[in-house]
């Protein structure tokens, strides 16, 4: 089945404390992303990837790394969490051609900072 | 700044009626806009694409138009039923090496049996 794997659909952690979050997709796709999405605000793009070794800033990058060292792998770093993190985030992937098929997402990582 | 719109209350419909979801953007020159659906708690899940030189495309009950002069897309439901309730999600994407999709906030659509 073609899909968008993340990891892990909750997480609660403390402040400063560095973590992971990872996303797997199965499709050969070149373009990943990632998401946050908040109450009033919608989904708001983080960083994005066009291929392996190439990733670029999004709308709201501050707090936040990345790394694309294999096609299938995208994950997401959050080096020293704070509360305003606390969001729920969303990977995403597609063709290179974005405009041929439309984005698959994953399931999604729900993340408190306390 | 790039503006995306769409009702920010929630659209109640009947049972059976079309439900129509309006999406406006402003500062934007989008190579294709897509419509996506999501449910509580859940990833979204692409519905329709449609690129700047098309103006309608129709899947299923599912209708997009495209209006790059009046700078909307109209997305239409038909025979619409209680499990097409959902948040309805538009997108506009410049295309080519640019930033990928930004999201409009959403509107909540609720089909009344």
């Known amino acids: 089945e073609a899909q968008v794997t993340q990891n892990p659909r909750y997480l609660i952690t403390v402040t400063g404390k560095k973590l992971t979050v990872t996303c797997s997709q199965n499709?050969?796709?070149?373009?990943m992303s990632w998401y946050r999405q908040d109450p009033g605000l919608g989904l708001r793009q983080i960083y994005y990837?066009?291929?392996?070794?190439?990733?670029d800033k999004g709308d709201v990058p501050e707090g936040y790394k990345v790394s694309r060292k294999e096609k299938r792998n995208f994950p997401l770093i959050l080096e020293s969490p704070s509360p305003n993190q606390t969001s729920l985030y969303f990977c995403?992937?597609?063709?290179?051609?974005?405009?041929?098929?439309?984005?698959?997402f994953g399931s999604g990582t729900r993340l408190t900072v306390v | 700044s790039q503006k995306i719109e769409q009702n920010s209350e929630a659209l109640n419909i009947q049972e059976g009626k079309t439900a129509t979801l309006t999406c406006n953007y402003t500062n934007y020159s989008p190579a294709y806009l897509q419509w996506y659906r999501q449910d509580p708690g859940r990833g979204p899940v692409f519905l329709l694409l449609?690129?700047?030189?098309?103006k309608e495309k129709r899947k299923e009950r599912l209708k997009v138009t495209f209006d790059t002069t009046l700078k909307q897309s109209l997305f239409h439901i038909t025979a619409s039923q209680p499990a097409d309730s959902a948040t309805y999600l538009c997108?506009?994407?410049?295309?080519?090496?640019?930033?990928?999709?930004?999201f409009g906030k959403g509107t909540h659509l609720i089909i009344q049996p």
């Open positions: 449609i690129r700047e030189n098309e």
């Open positions: 995403a992937s597609s063709l290179r051609d974005r405009g041929l098929k439309g984005y698959t």
């Open positions: 499709m050969n796709h070149e373009y």
């Open positions: 990837s066009m291929n392996v070794e190439v990733t």
């Open positions: 997108a506009l994407d410049a295309g080519g090496g640019a930033d990928g999709l930004t």
